[in-house]
């Protein structure tokens, strides 16, 4: 048996594995192994307690390392000759006491480098193309089937079925809808305990109707206006699906569920939620970008069963291998719309590929895009859709709209009446079209004491956390931001919306004043509207006319005025074409 000289070194430090213990052991030597992935749960134990309790007894540093060759992974042992010959017959005999009927390999053992190569990243997309097949040729085995209907749902007429389900797209048969909590989870006592500490009086439409479908092991694709009760149709099938797996909890390697959605301050109240209800232990964690990478992956490395995350850190931690995603069999892309118009599509598409096919996919969005419809047909195996409303965009009618028809120069006096004339308990959201100008209004209030607080990208993750609590707990009533606020922010009790730029496209206006009037309660959103978006016009008035809302006569005229601009911009453009062909045919060409 031959050994490596590591020149008294501590381990490469470009390599982010798991490594347990913080003692200064010897590392004259080092030897590498490769051990089955199955066995490298038992080899750690929870929390690292075996891993540490070799360490102790060999007097060697055992690391698990990133580095994967199959359904194996390398493991480095350090120390003296002694020490790691000691720790890898305890590794051996784990390994193959466990598993008598595998043969034996030869050890292996690689001369350490000076400097390490660098780290394959697996999940590069045309990588992935080729190797998808063959890594995902024997995945864990996975169950997604957990429901069973009340004898109250399968007394349901079909007239009273048809009467509630909204389904858009069927492509088999599939369970009628649920009226109660009951109705859904007589059968999980605990989620109904959780359900009630909530005090909910009784599900949405797209609740009723998901969670038969999710709870059958069906793919979905929901579609549903801010507000709609969309979150909490997909995190309580996400603890079933966890807790009634075939392997125990203990002996999986990564989470089992993950939920992508498109900003840090939607990840962050996507796990309030999951936290709010709790079920059976069941532990998530949320990871995002502006923040340190390390502590997110230490506590990856506790074990956790649901990741919530944001694209960007998401495809981060797959690089550079920081998370298991073998394991993972229930995927949630939330407000996919959202993370489309970010142009975070690669980024899904890198997650979709490294995740394995026979997943169940859920996929949220308020809007039913063609960008979205492609992804829905590619990375779903015949999903089952779900409309709650109009596919068309409409508003939501609980929202009285207001549209200020007026001058750049006149804005700012209208905006700061009206925020002097609103009532002590109002909770205001104003949103911005520019950093900078979210910067200038927040000042302004500061300076005419109105108590207020501001968020945008450019500020610090705990500046932007601070003012979301800040409005959450009344300690201000004001909250000046730009559109990273306009879908993701779940803020209670906001009575006022004020646009005080118009936004660039009527999704996003409709996106904007769903942050108020929400879970059944009445809002206002007010529009400012200059000749700058005169664009809108004509869209906006369709709005307004759908939900039966004052149509200001200036917001007409402009939409006048740009048609006839248009239209006699269209004529300019063609004359040219129209006298060059005259003239061709007069002198017969």
């Known amino acids: 048996m031959s050994y490596n000289r590591n020149e008294n070194k501590r381990g490469n430090g470009n390599n982010t594995g798991y490594n347990s213990s913080r003692k200064n052991f010897s590392d004259k030597f080092t030897k590498l192994l490769w051990i089955e992935n199955r066995f490298i749960g038992k080899i750690i134990g929870k929390g690292g307690a075996n891993i540490k309790q070799l360490e102790r007894e060999t007097e060697a540093r055992v690391q698990v390392t990133n580095q994967c060759d199959g359904n194996k992974t390398l493991i480095k042992v350090m120390g003296s000759i002694e020490a790691t010959n000691k720790a890898h017959k305890i590794l051996e005999k784990i390994q193959y006491q466990a598993a008598p009927l595998i043969p034996k390999p030869a050890p292996v053992i690689i001369e350490t480098p000076q400097k390490s190569p660098p780290k394959k990243d697996y999940f590069d997309l045309d990588e992935c193309l080729k190797s998808k097949e063959e890594y995902w040729a024997r995945p864990p085995e996975i169950k997604k089937t957990f429901y069973e209907e009340h004898p109250d749902v399968s007394a349901l007429t079909k007239k009273i079925v048809d009467r509630i389900m909204t389904i858009d797209y069927i492509v088999k048969p599939i369970a009628k809808p649920v009226l109660t909590f009951e109705q859904a989870f007589y059968n999980y006592p605990d989620i109904l305990i959780a359900l009630k500490k909530a005090k909910l009086e009784k599900p949405t439409p797209i609740q009723c109707q998901a969670w038969p479908i999710l709870l059958s092991g069906e793919d979905m694709i929901g579609i549903?206006?801010?507000?709609?009760?969309?979150?909490?149709?997909?995190?309580?099938?996400?603890?079933?699906?966890?807790?009634?797996?075939?392997?125990?909890?203990?002996?999986?390697?990564?989470?089992?569920?993950?939920?992508?959605?498109?900003?840090?301050?939607?990840?962050?109240?996507?796990?309030?939620?999951v936290k709010k209800y709790e079920y059976r232990g069941i532990t998530s964690c949320c990871v995002y970008g502006g923040v340190d990478r390390k502590k997110q992956v230490a506590a990856l490395q506790e074990g956790v069963d649901i990741i919530i995350a944001t694209p960007g850190r998401m495809n981060d931690l797959m690089k550079l291998g920081d998370l298991d995603m073998k394991n993972i069999s229930y995927l949630v892309?939330?407000?996919?719309?959202?993370?489309?118009?970010?142009?975070?599509?690669?980024?899904?598409?890198?997650?979709?590929?490294?995740?394995?096919?026979?997943?169940?996919?859920?996929?949220?969005?308020?809007?039913?895009?063609?960008?979205?419809?492609?992804?829905?047909?590619?990375?779903?195996?015949?999903?089952?859709?779900?409309?709650?409303?109009?596919?068309?965009?409409?508003?939501?009618?609980?929202?009285?709209?207001?549209?200020?028809?007026?001058?750049?120069?006149?804005?700012?006096?209208?905006f700061f009446d009206l925020l002097h004339d609103m009532a002590p308990n109002d909770k205001v959201m104003v949103i911005c079209g520019s950093k900078g100008k979210t910067d200038y209004i927040s000042v302004e209030c500061i300076m005419r004491r109105l108590p207020s607080v501001s968020i945008h990208r450019g500020k610090e993750q705990k500046e932007r956390e601070q003012a979301i609590n800040d409005i959450m707990d009344g300690t201000a009533s004001i909250l000046i931001a730009t559109d990273v606020v306009s879908r993701v922010l779940d803020i209670g009790d906001v009575t006022h919306v004020i646009n005080y730029d118009f936004p660039n496209n009527m999704a996003e206006y409709v996106h904007r004043i769903g942050r108020t009037g929400r879970a059944g309660k009445t809002g206002e959103s007010i529009s400012f509207f200059t000749k700058e978006d005169w664009a809108h016009a004509s869209e906006l008035i369709e709005i307004l006319e759908e939900a039966n809302q004052e149509v200001p006569k200036g917001l007409c005229e402009l939409a006048e005025r740009y048609d006839k601009r248009n239209k006699k911009k269209n004529e300019d453009e063609e004359l040219p074409k129209r006298k060059q062909l005259t003239l061709a045919d007069l002198c017969g060409w």
């Open 224 to 273: 549903a206006q801010t507000g709609s009760g969309k979150r909490l149709a997909f995190v309580l099938p996400a603890f079933i699906h966890i807790d009634g797996q075939t392997t125990p909890k203990e002996e999986r390697r990564g989470p089992a569920v993950l939920i992508v959605a498109p900003t840090r301050e939607l990840v962050i109240e996507i796990n309030k939620e």
């Open 333 to 414: 892309l939330d407000e996919v719309d959202r993370m489309l118009d970010m142009g975070f599509e690669p980024q899904i598409k890198r997650v979709l590929y490294g995740i394995r096919p026979t997943r169940q996919t859920v996929i949220t969005s308020a809007t039913w895009t063609a960008a979205l419809r492609r992804l829905a047909d590619s990375y779903t195996k015949d999903p089952v859709q779900v409309c709650v409303g109009s596919l068309d965009l409409t508003a939501t009618h609980s929202v009285k709209q207001t549209c200020i028809v007026s001058n750049e120069s006149e804005k700012e006096e209208i």
